[in-house]
């Protein structure tokens, strides 16, 4: 079995769901509150691991899961188009998928809109002026908007990893490192 498949099958499905909402949206005016769907549920994944837990876990049944999302929806003040997909998932039991839909959403939006979306991983939280350079650096760089979705690993030590589309910098210090042992196995 290809390791790869289940992952592939993921984001076909997300894919899937994230094109419908799109062309909702898209077709009723409304991408700016897709848009701030897209961010709010995003960091509401990042910052709450009951969140992710809902999500994930079989443990929960159909309607619990359902209902669950419905009111984190109504609290988080969701556009309908967002808190109808986001139960229509849970029905379907492929909640699973939503960070791959928010993925797709949020490349989707930023194609719209003419930018570019750089995925960025740091060894801790850039600070508003180093985000502000870093984005203008790339903006340049790729003659485009760009925004930044962020994440923090503090495994790569230092630096950074940016990856725009097919393209990556590396210049974390645990690559530098990885790259230096390899060196010395090589000569030893």
């Known amino acids: 079995m290809d390791v790869s498949e289940p992952a ?3 984001q076909g499905i997300a894919s899937r769901y994230a094109s419908a909402v799109f ?3 898209k077709d009723g005016n409304n991408l700016d509150a897709m848009g701030r769907d897209v961010d709010a549920l995003q960091a509401a994944l990042n910052d709450s691991s009951d969140l992710r837990d809902l999500i ?10 359902f209902a669950a999302i419905r009111a984190v929806a109504a609290k988080m003040g ?3 188009t967002m ?9 379907k039991r492929r909640l699973f998928v939503l960070p791959g839909v928010l993925t797709t959403l949020r490349e989707k939006l930023a194609e719209e809109r003419g930018e570019a979306t750089a995925e ?3 060894a801790k939280a850039l600070t508003k002026p180093q985000r502000e350079k870093l984005t203008k650096a790339l903006s340049d760089q790729f003659g485009k908007a ?3 979705d962020e994440t923090v ?7 950074l990893i940016v990856k725009v589309g097919s393209k990556m910098i590396d210049t974390s210090i645990r690559s530098k490192l990885d790259a230096l042992q390899n060196n010395m196995k090589e000569a030893g």
């Open 8 to 10: 592939s099958i993921s």
């Open 23 to 25: 062309e909702l949206a």
């Open 56 to 65: 994930s876990s079989p443990i929960y049944g159909r309607d619990q899961q």
């Open 78 to 80: 969701l556009s309908d």
């Open 83 to 91: 808190a109808n997909v986001l139960g229509l998932l849970a029905d």
């Open 120 to 122: 960025v991983l740091t």
């Open 146 to 148: 760009v925004s930044i």
């Open 153 to 159: 690993d503090p495994a790569i030590i230092g630096g």
